[in-house]
């Protein structure tokens, strides 16, 4: 019984909808047709105004849509801080340090030929230039 019951009010309310979107369709082809500016025109765009409104109460009315949607709305704020952190102690700073220094050093090739290459280069060229 309750089922069919939510049935019938959603064919209602499809309905209603139906025949609002089709008169609107309706008075936006006439509108359309008519010059802008003049008299006809200004009643069909006031006519369009009317029909939201009609809706819009006939929503309320059936419990749609609320009567005052701006009791429903609340503004509220979040508010986001973010800080570095200072270490307070000598363990937390080498761990600070030692983390950065890890994460700068990556890709850097450090093996023992590496160094043994920059020596060498260093030997030949020891201005720091070449020739």
Do not use: W
Request: charged content about 30%.
């Amino acid at each position: 019984m309750k089922k069919q019951k939510q049935s019938k009010e959603a064919e209602i309310i499809a309905r209603m909808r139906k025949s609002y979107a089709l008169a609107r369709k309706q008075m936006k082809k006439a509108l359309r047709e008519c010059n802008v500016g003049t008299a006809v025109y200004l009643q069909h765009v006031r006519a369009l105004a009317d029909l939201d409104a009609a809706e819009r109460d006939e929503e309320i009315k059936l419990g749609l849509s609320p009567s005052n949607l701006g009791a429903l709305v609340q503004t509220h704020f979040t508010f986001v801080a973010h800080s570095c952190t200072v270490p307070t102690t000598a363990a937390a700073l080498e761990r600070i340090l030692g983390t950065q220094m890890r994460k700068a050093a990556e890709g850097l090739c450090v093996s023992d030929e590496d160094v043994a290459i920059r020596r060498q280069l260093e030997e030949e060229f020891p201005d720091g230039k070449r020739n």
